[in-house]
C-alpha cells in the first residue's frame, strides 16, 4: 500500500489562534482487533504544523501597576493569591525516580532553595526567587499548588480562551541561551503538554503569554487546575540556574469557545497500553516489542528502521466516540521529533483511521522536515466530511520514504478531534 504524499498544508502561529474546548477527556478501554483490508482516502485537506513555544514581550508588565486584589486570576503578584497555596518544589532523583519529595514554603531542598524577596527594582518589588545549587543529582520543578487538597484544583473555566502571563528574568544558567518549559497540570497524569519558554538575554525581564486554550487541547482540564504555575529549566541541565518571577496571572479572553472536544486521549491515565496498538501501516512484519518503550502519561516510541520504505503507525481505540466524531472536524496530535528524523529530509508523517472491519483510510502526511526538532510540535488536519465511517481506531504513521535513517525515539501526546460550535 502506498502513503499518500502531502497536497496541502500551512503554518499557524504557535499562541495566537484559540482552539477552545472545554477540557474534559472521552476514553473507552477495548480490546485490539486487527485489520484485514486498506483503503485510501485523498484530500485537499490543510495540515498546520505548529512549535509549541509561548509569546514573549521586552516590555514587560512590571510597567502596570497590580495587586493580587486587583487582578481576578492572579497567581502571585508581590505575594502569594488567593486560591494558591505557597510555592513549593517537586525534587525527584536522576537516577533512581522513585525517590522524590515536595519541599515546603521555607526550606531549601537537595538542589532547590526558593523564597520571596524584594527585587530592589520599583517596578517589580516583592518577586519569587529560585535558586539552584551544582547538586547535579536531582532535578526540581517549582510551583504554585492549588490551596484545595490535591487532586482538587480551581475552576478556571472563565479562561478558557484567556491567557496565563507571567515575567521572568533569568539571572544566571549553565547555557549561553536557556530553555524552560511550563506545564500546568490537573491532578497528575493529568497535564498540559509542555510550553516552551527561550530565553535569549539574561539579567532582563520580559513577559511571556501562552494561550489557555492551546493548554486545555494539549491536555488541561479547565475544570480542575491544580496546579496555578509551574515552571521547569531544561531537565537535566538545571545546576546553578537562578530566575525571578513575578506577576503570574490568568486573564479572561474577550473572544467565545468556537469549538468542542469531540474525542480526545490525553493518557491522563498510568497506563493506556490497552487501547492503544502498534502496527506496520503499510502491512510490512513489526517487531513492536522494539518500538513501544512506554505508555502513559504519554506515548514513548522507539522505531527499528530495519527495513527499507517501512511505514510504521501507532493508533489509539475508541469503540463509543471516535466513529461519529470522525465524520468531520479537526484532528491534531503533540509529536516531538529527534534531529535525526527531522533532519533526514524524506520522512513524512500523517494521520490514519481504522474502521470496525478493517478498513485504513490513510490522510495525507507532512514532511518531518517541516517540525522544530527536539520540541513539542502540533500537526493537524481537517478530516475530510463524510469519508470516514465506523472508525474504531485513529493514528499516526511515520513515513522513512526508503530512507536509512537512525532509530531514535519519538515522544506522541494528545490525539484530539475538535467539532466547531459555529453552525
Known amino acids: 500500500m502506498r502513503l499518500l504524499g502531502i497536497v496541502g498544508w500551512t503554518f499557524c502561529a504557535a499562541l495566537l489562534a484559540a482552539c477552545g474546548g ?44 497590580m495587586t493580587c486584589a486587583s487582578v481576578e486570576g492572579a497567581v502571585f503578584i508581590d505575594e502569594t493569591c488567593p486560591n494558591w497555596q505557597e510555592p513549593s518544589v517537586f525534587e525527584q532523583q536522576k537516577v533512581n525516580s522513585n525517590i522524590y519529595y515536595e519541599v515546603p514554603f521555607g526550606s531549601d531542598g ?8 524584594d527585587s530592589g527594582d520599583a517596578l517589580y518589588k516583592k518577586v519569587w ?3 539552584y545549587n551544582n547538586n547535579n543529582d536531582f532535578n526540581g520543578l517549582p ?37 524552560f518549559t511550563v506545564h500546568i497540570e490537573c491532578g497528575w497524569p493529568c497535564y498540559s503538554t509542555d510550553v516552551r519558554i527561550p530565553i535569549d538575554e539574561l539579567n532582563t525581564w520580559k513577559t511571556y503569554e501562552l494561550s489557555v486554550a492551546d493548554l486545555i487541547r494539549d ?18 541541565q538545571q545546576t546553578n540556574t537562578h530566575f525571578q518571577i513575578d506577576n503570574i496571572r490568568w486573564v479572561k479572553g ?43 502519561p504519554l506515548v514513548t516510541l522507539i522505531p527499528q528502521w530495519n527495513s527499507v520504505g517501512a511505514a510504521w ?3 489509539v481505540r475508541d469503540t463509543e466516540t471516535l466513529s461519529s466524531c470522525a465524520a468531520k472536524g479537526t ?17 513524512q508523517l500523517g494521520f490514519y483511521f481504522i474502521s470496525r472491519s478493517g478498513l485504513y483510510y490513510i490522510l495525507d502526511g507532512i514532511p518531518a522536515s517541516r517540525l522544530k526538532a527536539d520540541e513539542w510540535n502540533t500537526i493537524s488536519t481537517t478530516i475530510p466530511a463524510g469519508k470516514i465511517s465506523n472508525a474504531e481506531y485513529m493514528g499516526v504513521y511515520f513515513d522513512s520514504k526508503g530512507s536509512n535513517v537512525a532509530n531514535g525515539y519519538i515522544l506522541l501526546d494528545n490525539f484530539v478531534i475538535t467539532h466547531s460550535l459555529v453552525q
Open 219 to 236: 491536555g488541561l482540564k479547565i475544570t480542575n487546575v491544580a496546579m496555578g504555575f509551574q515552571i521547569i529549566p531544561r531537565w537535566g
Open 254 to 296: 474577550s473572544a467565545p469557545v468556537t469549538t468542542k472536544k469531540c474525542f480526545a486521549q490525553h493518557f491522563d491515565r498510568t497506563d493506556w497500553s490497552y487501547t492503544t496498538k502498534v502496527e506496520t501501516v503499510d502491512q510490512m512484519p513489526l517487531d513492536s516489542s522494539k518500538w513501544l518503550a512506554g505508555v502513559g
Open 129 to 131: 526567587d529560585i535558586q
Open 313 to 315: 503507525g501507532f493508533s
Open 331 to 347: 484532528l491534531s496530535v503533540s509529536v516531538l521529533l529527534p534531529s535525526a528524523y527531522v533532519d533526514d529530509g524524506q520522512m
Open 110 to 117: 537537595a538542589l532547590v532553595s526558593q523564597k520571596i524577596i
Open 143 to 179: 510551583h504554585f499548588r492549588a490551596a484545595a487538597a490535591f487532586p482538587a484544583g480551581v475552576d478556571m473555566s472563565a479562561y478558557a480562551t484567556g491567557k496565563l502571563i507571567f515575567d521572568i528574568k533569568v539571572l544566571a544558567s549553565p547555557e549561553a541561551n536557556p530553555d
Open 22 to 65: 472545554n477540557g474534559d477527556k472521552v476514553n473507552t478501554p477495548g480490546p485490539v482487533t486487527p485489520g484485514q483490508s486498506s483503503a485510501s482516502i485523498s484530500s485537499n485537506t490543510a495540515v498546520s504544523s505548529l512549535s509549541r513555544s509561548s509569546n514573549n514581550s521586552s516590555l514587560s508588565s512590571g510597567a502596570m501597576v
